[in-house]
């Protein structure tokens, strides 16, 4: 680790002035962040922690219904405190990692680094959900571009998001053996105007909606009716773990149970 | 009635009260008053010329105390191999030079360059990335066949190939062999790979180098299997330093898996740098560090083959195994593949005729060398695969098959050089039938397939040679050491005992079992015994502990020297009882006059061996202190059969491990809950092998799976509760104990069963796939199934 600076603001607005230095990032749990500066692989100069920011953590409900997450929330309050809200989204934050990750990882910093095998980008993705930063809400379509990156300008931070709560939901994940992260994970919203499919873990893109399968499923909600439908292996990560080809037929084994979880 | 002390009790491990309580004292915790810290720079490349090193902007830096490179070691030896082989054609094996720093040459990522000594480790680490290291990019030998093709690229230039040796085991009957193939009714074929693998012991490895000017006096504490071994390596080989003026201590040691046997740079570089800086020297791995620098382990490809006549009786075998050194010989690395592997070819059959052919490959990746079984596993996996295989060809049982053909006869002379000395193999095989409940497989099955699951069923069974070795046996091939081990046992003068013993604990509990073969012998409290290893200016003499050899080598060495204690013991005893030598009886920690009431106790007589007022001082010294040496006769074999039952979803192609059945055949057992331990920590790695472990390059000599996130360690939830039995037992005929050893067999036995079953489990399926590689992943299975 190389040295830095730490801040630590207490509100967005100092938050965001603190990132105004040369070289400021924010430290949200540091899951990802802390192994990647022992590594010496990133070397800001200022930390600005968003730990202590009281007003970027928790779960609520909003006056459109929406179920409402504080950046700086750590995935164990989620998994407890989404549960009677939104079963499918706690379900996913209560197996991310293990307990010391789920501790101190938070949303903001899963949704802000958009690792290509996360899960809460599945989530986000598929409960068309709308991330709200110190300057602006982007929504979820427009929010994730690809591996790694996303809608976010320097210095911005999510403070929150905000996701409709479908009438269900499930997320049916396969792990990759050694991190655990998921190989292949599917998440599936069924709301009244639509099915919205979220597939993470299988495109070198990043998080994606499987569009085909979301059409299918909103005119016949059935895991058989998607027997037939697959998806291309050549835009798929190929790693040790697994060929393109076997992520895409992951694709859909993972989406057909999800479904399938949800008495489709 | 399970005993409550002594030979045969669940005796609780005493030495986990201190690594549970956080008070072990590990090598990373023995901080010298003064030290510095080393940074090695490693190589990011696989090959390359090494041009040079600027070392000036690095060494003008805050903290730096001096920063080495190659050429500071020129005066010194290179790494030393305890072992040189013998090829086919009675040739030495190739033996390159091992640099401590890399020197002309970088032949494989993760070897050090440079190595900086600073006040602090970030200032170490700081200057490390001001040196300007000039490397020419060579084409790097990654995969062995090609290594070893005319015209490939050479790891060492010095050396006439990347062929370290061709080694043909028995020679004299190749021929034989050839015959019996072309005469067999059925002839059996397999090609396999054993999966290189990390060992990842939970702690790193760490050296700390100290030097006393005014004695001239080196220390080394360093995360040693065997302190004195690398003493006398290090020494005499590497730096120079006579045994009297150098003391290694290997403390609290974290596991070790075998991969803590060798000598490695790092140690000798603190110890040399100690002296060079006048100041103690301190490196601790890092996790990523111990992924391209601790010797990996196995790493074969072979193609194996069975003969069988019409009845199904095997009538030869014959294997062709590529081996990978990695770019360096580790200390043990030429014995694995060759005295650790080809001498356990029979298995538990009476296969008359044996030929093994191993070819050594330099590639450039890290050092290989032993790693839990060390060759046995090797050796187990392609034969109980192969037999798997021939049972299924030829449509019978593979249990039949295997018990048709068993080794039923003791004392065994194997065509490859071993003379099994007991061992029942129907005996642990009825006992696994028992365990594995194969009566119910049926219904298990139909459970599994009612979930859209299958269900698989694998057995194996298993020999193995531990308690390493006869020493003038070892020499003959090519050991460059002796294989016995020493205790000394010191009796105080209130009684209690200390025993000095050469074996080494990294876990697997000698304190507490040690403890209670003394405390047995002499009829005393197991506390009253206390048992020190790990430092050579404590013990005598030690070889160490690898190839489960403490109870049976380490222990019959401490049996010796009790007995030499009780002995003289019953010389004071008689002169306190004024009878007969010959009529003293020693039980119950009291010695008796046969016959009679008089006795005295233990403590009075180690008093006076001390205290020695009336003593028979014209007879016997005073004091109460022995030495002795074991050089075993033979090595000891144990045996066993496990199977294992799998559940396999054809959608992801995940498999899981449903149960576990482990029958082993130990001898004598001196405390159960150990021995259960042992197995259970061998069959994770034995499970984490078949299932999960994998130690990729890329073809550029890039490691793949340099961290756990690529390196799938095995965890909790990966394992089932295994059912293990120890029941059966032929105690072993050559040693006192009868003791036969039992920390490597998990390892050794399981790795078939997993991959018996899953092929049992696709056939089920309806797909009849003959053989998947380990690790046995979701997406190969899925890709056998659906290629
Ligand atoms: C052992 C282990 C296992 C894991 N397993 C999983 C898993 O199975 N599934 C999964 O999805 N994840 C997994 N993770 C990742 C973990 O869930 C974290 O969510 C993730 O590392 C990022 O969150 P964080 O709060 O730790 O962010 P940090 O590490 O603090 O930051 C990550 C990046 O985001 C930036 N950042 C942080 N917060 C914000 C913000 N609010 N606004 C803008 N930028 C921000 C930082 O500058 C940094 O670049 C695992 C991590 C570990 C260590």
Redesign the interface.
Known sequence: MYNFEIEKPATIADAVKALGRDEAQPLSGGQTLIPTLKARLAAPSVLVSLHGIDEMKGVCLDDDGRLCIGGATIHSVVAKEAQAHYPALAGLAARIGDPAVRNRGTIGGSVANNDPSACYPAAVLASGATVVTNKREIAADDYFQGMFATALEEGEIVTEVKFPIPQSAHYEKHIQPASRFPLVAAFVAKYADGVRVAITGASEDGVFRWTEAEEMLSNSFAADGLKGLTVDGSGMISDLHGSGEYRAHLVGVMTRRAVAAMGG | MPKDSGIGASSKRREDIRFLTGSGNYTDDINIRGQAHVYFLRSDVAHGTLKGIDTSAAEAMDGVVRIFTGADFEAVGGMPCGWQVTDRHGQPMLEPKHPILAHGKVRHVGEPIAAVVADTL?QA?DAA?ALVVDIDELPAVIDMKEAVRDGATKVHDDIASNLCYDWGFVEENKDAVNKAFEEAAHVTTLELVNNRLVANPMEPRVAVGDYARGTDEHTLYTTSQNPHVIRLLMGAFVLGIPEHKLRVVAPDVGGGFGTKIFHYQEEAFCTFAAKACNRAVKWTSSR?EAFLSDAHGRDHVTKIELALDKDNNFAALRTDTYANMGAYLSTFAPSVPTWLHGTLMAGNYKTPLIYVNVKAVFTNTVPVDAYRGAGRPEATYQLERLVDKAAHELGVDPIALRRQNFITEFPYATPVAVEYDTGDYHATMDKLEEMADIAGFAARRRESEAKGKLRGFGVNCYIEACGIAPSNLVGQLGARAGLYESATVRVNATGGLVVMTGSHSHGQGHETSFAQVVAEMIGIDENMVEIVHGDTARGPMGMGTYGSRSIAVGGSAMVRATEKIIAKAKKIASHLLEASESDIELKDGAFSVAGTDKSVAWGDVTLAAYVPHNYPLDDIEPGLEETAFYDPSNFTYPSGAYACEVELDP????VSIERFSAADDFGNIINPMIVTGQVHGGLAQGIGQA??E?C?YDAEGQL??AS??????PRASDLPFYDVDHSCQTPCTHNPLGVKGCGEAGAIGSPPAVVNAVLDAMRSGGKNVSHIDMPV???RV??AM?G
Not at chain 2, 651 to 654: L, P, R
């Open positions: 970030e680490r990335e990523s959608e992801t192609g995940h299932l999960l994998n990729v793949l799976s756990y996130m690529d390196y799938a360690m992943t979701p997406s899925w890709a659906n």
